[in-house]
């Protein structure tokens, strides 16, 4: 993948755009993203200026001019938009975290404990070779010893389940990723 996206020009002129996508890009595209979007996330927590609207819509204290007359409004603006910066941050460092965990190449592997032995068995079962017509034997996979190794199953779902709920919030709040 090949992607350059200059500046935006100036005197309307169109940005220059240049993007090349390998197949080997797509056969795991969430993966390929998450390179582009894990550092462009961490940019825009760094460099942002405010909050989406949802996020003030829910505290209140919004400081419209025409709502003069209630003081209460202008009281409470400064600390409902401080409380608004801290509960985007929130979302931001969920979807930050999510994405960091995309790019990480086994993030599973913590939760594979011990080491499994493997030893490959002739079975009783033959089948024919598709291209001989002979009858081969099959083999089985054989743990060498099932207690020396464990799966926490539970924690990689409870993993798994928050790599999720940065995703969603993604998806929630994509069109707010602006600055």
């Not at 993948?1 to 020009?9: C, D, L, N, T």
């Not at 462009?40 to 829910?58: C, I, R, S, W, Y």
């Not at 086994?106 to 291209?131: A, L, M, R, T």
Request: net charge negative.
């Amino acid at each position: 993948m090949k992607v350059k996206i200059g500046p935006f020009p100036k005197k309307g002129n169109r940005r220059k755009i240049d993007i090349q996508i390998d197949v080997f890009d797509t056969y795991s595209l969430d993966h390929t993203l998450a390179y582009i979007i894990y550092p462009a996330l961490l940019q825009l927590k760094k460099t942002k200026h405010g909050v989406p609207n949802d996020f003030v819509m829910e505290v209140g204290g919004e400081d419209y001019s025409d709502q003069d007359s209630f003081d209460f409004y202008k009281e409470s603006h400064n600390d409902a938009f401080d409380e608004a910066c801290k509960q985007w941050d929130l979302v931001l460092d969920k979807m930050i975290w999510s994405f960091s965990q995309l790019i990480t190449e086994d993030y599973s592997s913590q939760y594979h404990h011990g080491v499994s032995e493997w030893d490959f068995v002739e079975s009783d079962k033959q089948y024919p070779n598709p291209i001989t017509g002979k009858l081969e034997p099959t083999y089985q996979m054989v743990d060498r010893d099932p207690t020396s190794h464990w799966f926490d199953s539970e924690g990689l779902q409870l993993h798994d389940d928050r790599i999720q709920e940065g995703l969603d919030l993604f998806g929630k709040y994509y069109r707010a990723l602006w600055d």
